[in-house]
């Protein structure tokens, strides 16, 4: 038993893996009316996602005590922006490609009415073609289409909107970097200043969806994550480490603190590259497990977490080094020899 306590750290961010859209999988009237236990189990699962986010803190925060952390956590790799551009736009490309020759629309719990279907096709087709001759054109034509989904879907539309807009204002800013017709329509400016104000727009569109997710399909509608993990009992893990006591609801409330910290932590930018690392581990492991469904609508996720990672990282503060003079060892007395 004290070897399973020791696993505890390491499976942290696992609650992740049950998904960040839960309505993927579960509709609101399936939903059950449920509450979430606020008793000792829930005070323990609260005080170590603390004690776990306070680590991520102090190994991202301070160097000194471990060059390898402070080199894989806290310093940027020479990349060239267009590698990350190219990455992010052949990503997005396929997503909207394979939407597109599915018949859908952005997501899976995003249904348009029969007569809007066209228009549908019509704007995620334009976002394909744009992208080919203009990536900013293509990031305004996914603006639209954001707007478009939150007057057309009022009451779920919280759950892409900043998502969405983040990932359309990266590409409205960053279009000159690869694109020539960008840098023809898009008077010269600063390249490296608007690279970073995209990267933080992203990082912090991408941490603000997370909290939104873990309050409304977690923390504040219990029901819709219990009914998922039913679906899916391997995911609390707790029972197989032998602490039984932890039911299927305090599961739920440990995937919404822990989705919770990991977005807030993201959206200010608390140790960025650890968080991006468990969202890509995450993300991953769903794909394995949940096939191509999963890939396909996670898909604008891995296109902005590879560049997050590699970009999102904290400055290092020096561990404060005591300046006080050192004590003579004593000094020699020339008339004594």
Request: with cysteine; net charge neutral.
């Amino acid at each position: 038993m004290k070897n399973k306590f020791l696993l505890l750290p390491l499976l942290c961010f696992f609650p992740l893996l049950a998904h960040a859209h839960v309505q993927w999988f579960v509709t609101p009237e399936q939903m059950k009316d449920v509450s979430l236990p606020l008793d000792t189990v829930s005070l323990v699962m609260t005080l170590f996602v603390l004690a776990c986010v306070a680590v991520a803190v102090l190994l991202t925060r301070y160097s000194g005590t471990s060059p390898i952390t402070e080199k894989l956590l806290c310093r940027t790799p020479p990349v060239d922006h267009r590698v990350y551009m190219f990455y992010f736009m052949a990503v997005m490309t396929v997503f909207f490609v394979m939407i597109l020759l599915q018949g859908g629309f952005l997501a899976p719990n995003l249904i348009l009415p029969e007569n809007l279907l066209p228009l549908g096709a019509f704007l995620q087709a334009a976002i394909v073609v744009c992208a080919t001759f203009s990536v900013s054109l293509a990031g305004i034509v996914l603006l639209v289409t954001t707007l478009i989904v939150v007057i057309l879907f009022p009451s779920i539309s919280i759950n892409y909107l900043f998502e969405l807009g983040a990932l359309g204002i990266f590409m409205v800013l960053n279009g000159p970097v690869i694109s020539k017709v960008d840098q023809w329509l898009i008077p010269a400016g600063n390249p490296e200043r608007a690279w970073k104000l995209s990267v933080r727009i992203l990082r912090m569109g991408i941490g603000l969806q997370l909290v939104i997710l873990a309050f409304v399909e977690k923390l504040a509608q219990p029901g819709l994550g219990l009914v998922f993990v039913e679906m899916y009992p391997f995911y609390n893990f707790f029972p197989a480490l032998g602490l039984d006591q932890v039911t299927n609801l305090h599961f739920i409330y440990f995937i919404g603190i822990c989705e919770f910290a990991l977005g807030t932590m993201l959206m200010l930018g608390i140790a960025s590259r650890l968080v991006l690392a468990a969202l890509a581990a995450a993300f991953t492991t769903t794909a394995i497990i949940h096939g191509v469904h999963e890939i396909l609508g996670h898909l604008p996720i891995f296109a902005a977490a590879v560049v997050l990672l590699f970009e999102c990282v904290n400055e290092p503060k020096r561990l404060p080094v005591s300046t006080s003079p050192a004590k003579p060892q004593g000094k020699l007395n020339p008339q004594a020899v």
